[in-house]
């Protein structure tokens, strides 16, 4: 991955007064987005894709009336905010939209990551340290 281009497009970013970013160009694929002014990397060298708008993938996928939270980006899954903490979340935990479930780590930039739903925690479909993709399924919940 070329860093001079990512530190490039948050440049524009930052010019531009922007939130989000797509760059797509070969088999380089970039989505830059900021929450709280902190950038977060959404996913790097995706398969080739025209630039244009595209519509953020859903948070929510439907399996034999199960639901799943999806992973918001690449990245590396984490539990909890350190070794010696409690996980954010476990079976059976009730959640609301601004619960913090996971981090996510992409890029040396630990992200929390929010529940952004209500509902109780089935099963987690991910361990600690585990390489998520963009669209994987971490968290199984009932409504």
Known sequence: MDLNLVKELLALMDEGGLTELHYAQGETEVRLSRQNKVPVV??????????????????????????YFTSPMVGTYYSKPNPESDSYVKVGDSVSGDDVICIL?????????????????VEILVADGDTVEYGQNMFKYQA
């Open 42 to 67: 959404h996913s790097v060298a995706a398969p080739a894709a025209p630039v244009a708008a595209a519509a953020p993938a859903p948070d929510i996928v439907e399996d034999d009336n199960a639901l």
């Open 105 to 121: 780590e992409a890029m040396k930039v630990f992200n929390e990551i929010h529940a952004e739903f209500s509902g109780t925690i």
